[in-house]
């Protein structure tokens, strides 16, 4: 769990701002990729370079409790994120959440963050092991609604037209099955600003 500075509470509100104003921060752009990896989120080839420990925005989705482990209930969304697992759960805790299972003490559930069907442009963010943005577990201040989030802070300079990249597997965390993601890079897209479209550029 890590502690944000003053200095990224007030980067989080401004950006907040101008994703509620505009969708995609002013800096950035959504691009679609080959090779069927959907969309990918890049830094404007005329932006300025994003710098060690700014913030990129907060990971936005629904939050949900449910059991874990538990193939036929769990979701198998490509967009989630879990901030607390392993969560025992009283009887009447486990009846509130009314997810028609009998009470089982043993039983564990997972508190999670699903950006599919609702969420921000971090939802875009592709895969890679040599990433340029980390997903930090953070406590917000105790007056939030939602006192943990997941804030995603770039790890390095990230320079104009690169693709913004987080690593999807954590120390315990297994994103990837039989199917292996394609070895992408910061640089392997790298946008031109004579690629980008009227309607793309800031
Ligand atoms: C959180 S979404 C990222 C945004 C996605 N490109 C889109 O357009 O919705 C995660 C999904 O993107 C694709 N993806 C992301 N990084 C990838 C990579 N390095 N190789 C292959 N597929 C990738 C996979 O389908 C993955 O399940």
């Known amino acids: 769990m890590t502690r944000l500075t003053k200095g990224n509470l007030k980067e989080i509100i401004a950006v907040s701002r101008s994703i509620k104003k505009s969708g995609l921060p002013k800096n950035l752009v959504c691009k679609k990729l080959p090779g069927g990896l959907g969309y ?3 830094l404007h080839p005329t932006a300025k370079p994003i710098l060690k420990g700014q913030v990129i925005a907060p990971y936005a989705g629904e939050v949900s409790l449910s059991p874990q482990n538990l193939s036929e209930l769990s979701s198998d969304s490509e967009y989630v994120f879990c901030l607390i697992q392993d969560i025992r759960l009283t009887k009447k805790e ?3 959440i009314g997810d028609g299972l009998c009470y089982r003490p043993s039983r564990v559930y997972s508190f999670d963050l699903d950006g599919e069907k609702k969420g921000n442009f971090t939802r875009f963010i592709n895969h890679s092991k040599r990433a340029n943005v980390d997903a930090i577990l953070s406590r917000l201040p105790s007056r939030t609604l939602q006192p943990l989030e997941i804030i995603y802070i770039a790890n390095k300079t990230i320079r ?16 990837w099955g039989k199917v292996k993601p394609a070895p ?3 640089s392997t897209f790298r946008l031109k600003k004579e690629s980008l ?4 550029t800031l």
């Open 40 to 42: 990918g989120i890049f």
């Open 197 to 200: 479209t009227r309607s793309m």
């Open 184 to 186: 992408i890079t910061p």
């Open 160 to 175: 104009p037209g690169q693709q913004l990249l987080v690593n999807y597997e954590g120390e315990e965390k297994a994103y």
């Open 94 to 96: 486990q009846f509130l």
